[in-house]
């Protein structure tokens, strides 16, 4: 999404405790660019990816579906802040 409120830019993950920070502080209502970014480096240094970006399972919030693997940012409800 564009940078506007409720746009999650900034991603802190510290083993499974996922910290995130929005655009004026507004409950999360999906990813900005410098979000998408700082969420695949946290990904990165937590081992949840791999180098070529590749999704690692062993992370609690790492569902893998019939079609897909995914990894769960913010639960419904959920909004740990920076």
């Known amino acids: 999404m564009r940078a506007a409120r409720g746009a999650i830019e900034k991603v ?3 083993g499974d405790a996922i ?3 929005t655009i004026d502080n507004a409950p999360p209502a999906g990813l900005c660019g410098s979000g ?3 969420a695949m480096a946290q990904l990165y240094l ?3 990816v ?3 970006g590749r999704m690692l399972d062993g992370h609690p919030r790492v569902r893998t579906g019939p079609e897909y693997t995914e990894f769960v940012l ?3 409800g959920e909004s740990e802040r920076l």
């Open 12 to 14: 802190r993950i510290e």
């Open 19 to 21: 910290q995130i920070q």
């Open 36 to 38: 998408v970014l700082d």
């Open 46 to 48: 937590a081992g949840v």
């Open 50 to 52: 791999d180098g070529s």
């Open 74 to 76: 913010v639960r419904e």
